[in-house]
């Protein structure tokens, strides 16, 4: 069974600060990975993914992640915090065998402090 | 193109009341997805349509509720009667029918929150 850990609920950072929100999977297959965000009041949007190409990779909005199958992590990373960046963010893995149904961490919410 | 659009927005009903969800998804689309997020809680799968079938309806929680996809466009998803713990935020998603996600993905609609009183 595939499963996401994300740690921490909230994050807080000063602005300018390095982001990183973490994530582990389990996943028995190579996995896909994504990171979601969801800004307040609207709907989920995608970050970034990983298919089984790089193992780093760049999203939108200045983000990256990179993929350690030693680790089974895929943390998420923004070297300068921007005002604009809180929101809540999701990591998700894709279950293979049903039809790429996503798996979802709990969600972290980021704070970025002024 | 036009994204995945749901309504309402929001909905406040009774417990015991009926409240009907909609989603249209990316013209095009086959796949459609239903999720839901319960407060506090993950995001969970409810079900898969591939066109008008139900491919995956594993992740509904109890026969009150009850999705169609009548000529494979939009969905609903109907929740009768609606209970206390139904209460949360219900989002939908489409992808084409090539399911190789690093081409395609989902895209999501902003979400239904749905609030049982």
């Known amino acids: 069974a595939q499963s996401v850990t994300q740690l921490g609920s909230h994050v807080s950072v000063s602005e300018g600060a390095l982001v990183l929100l973490r994530c582990n999977y389990s996943?028995?297959?190579?996995?896909?990975l994504f990171w979601y965000v969801q800004y307040p009041n609207q709907g989920l949007q995608l970050l970034l993914k990983?298919?089984?190409?790089a193992t780093l990779v760049k999203g939108i909005n200045g983000f990256e992640a990179e993929f350690k199958k030693s680790e089974t992590s895929f943390h998420l990373t923004k070297p300068s915090a921007h005002l604009s960046d809180a929101a809540e963010y999701f990591c998700?893995?894709?279950?293979?065998?049903?039809?790429?149904?996503?798996?979802w961490g709990a969600g972290t919410k980021l704070i970025i402090k002024p | 193109e036009a994204g995945v659009t749901q309504f309402p927005s929001h909905s406040v009903i009774e417990k015991g009341q009926t409240v009907t969800l909609r989603c249209d998804p990316i013209?095009?689309?086959?796949?459609l997805y239903w999720y839901r997020r319960v407060m506090g809680k993950e995001i969970k799968f409810l079900l898969h349509?591939?066109?008008?079938?139900?491919?995956?309806e594993s992740g509904m929680p109890n026969n009150r509720f009850l999705a169609e996809r009548t000529g494979g466009t939009y969905s609903t998803l109907k929740v009768q009667p609606a209970e206390l713990e139904d209460s949360g935020v219900y989002f939908c998603?489409?992808?084409?029918?090539?399911?190789?996600?690093?081409?395609?993905?989902?895209?999501f609609g902003s979400g239904t929150r749905l609030t049982v009183v």
């Open positions: 998603a489409s992808s084409q029918q090539d399911l190789r996600l690093g081409s395609y993905g989902y895209t």
């Open positions: 013209s095009g689309h086959d796949n």
């Open positions: 349509f591939v066109k008008e079938s139900k491919q995956d």
């Open positions: 996943s028995s297959v190579p996995p896909y």
């Open positions: 990983y298919t089984s190409a």
């Open positions: 998700a893995v894709s279950r293979m065998d049903s039809n790429y149904q996503l798996i």
